[in-house]
T-cell receptor, first 115, second 115 residues
């Protein structure tokens, strides 16, 4: 069974640029959630995708957007990067069958540095 | 709104000592889930336990045990006979029972086991 994978591992961008982060969900999982973890903080929920549609969003501006593909993999896009976007971005996958998804399993994260 | 408080920012204990990590939560939901995750230096969040708000039984898994007390809104985690491999940041998290199950994390407790 393949776990959650994320790419790239590290990324350095400058202010104003755009970035795309990728996540492959664990085998058998159909739901993907994205979290932002600033240094020394707990992860903050960005949004969740289920059946290729956004299924809930945290307190993040519209320049944070996402996609989920038919194979359940997902992308997180951030436009107009700001210095405060520097963080570890974590992807989590889970399996939703009816009503509620099971516990979320996290990938290793992508560390984004904005200069 | 949901909130998780982990008042202990950092804890250091000598190997083989027992250690308890505290977690206090706030929610208006009557049904919810509580979690503990471990984050080693590699950055990946490792799932440890999920507890339903209806189940107040304490749980033991090897050297790990969890004490859930709804009356005090606490979900504490104890490691018995600590080992160096237990060194990590530990996060307590809370999610609603329905909807998109977004996780609300505490700020984490950095545990260092001294050999």
């Amino acid at each position: 069974e393949t776990g959650v994978t994320q790419s790239p591992t590290h990324l350095i961008k400058t202010r104003g640029q755009q970035v795309t982060l990728r996540c492959s969900s664990q085998s058998g999982h159909n739901t993907v959630s994205w979290y932002q973890q600033a240094l020394g903080q707990g992860p903050q929920f960005i949004f969740q995708y289920y059946r290729e549609e956004e299924n809930g969003r945290g307190n993040f501006p519209p320049r944070f957007s996402g996609l989920q593909f038919p194979n359940y993999s997902s992308e997180l896009n951030v436009n107009a990067l700001e210095l405060d976007d520097s963080a570890l971005y974590l992807c989590a996958s889970s399996s939703r069958t009816s009503g509620r998804a099971d516990e979320q399993f996290f990938g290793p994260g992508t560390r984004l540095t904005v200069l | 709104a949901q909130k998780v408080t982990q008042a202990q920012t950092e804890i250091s204990v000598v190997e083989k000592e027992d250690v308890t990590l505290d977690c206090v939560y706030e929610t208006r939901d009557t049904t919810y889930y509580l979690f503990w995750y471990k984050q080693p230096p590699s950055g990946e969040l490792v799932f440890l336990i999920r507890r339903n708000s209806f189940d107040e039984q304490n749980e033991i898994s090897g050297r790990y045990s969890w004490n859930f007390q709804k009356s005090t809104s606490s979900f504490n985690f104890t490691i018995t006979a600590s080992q160096v491999v237990d060194s990590a940041v530990y996060f307590c998290a809370l999610s609603e029972a329905w909807g998109n199950e977004k996780l609300t994390f505490g700020t984490g407790t950095r545990l260092t086991i001294i050999p």
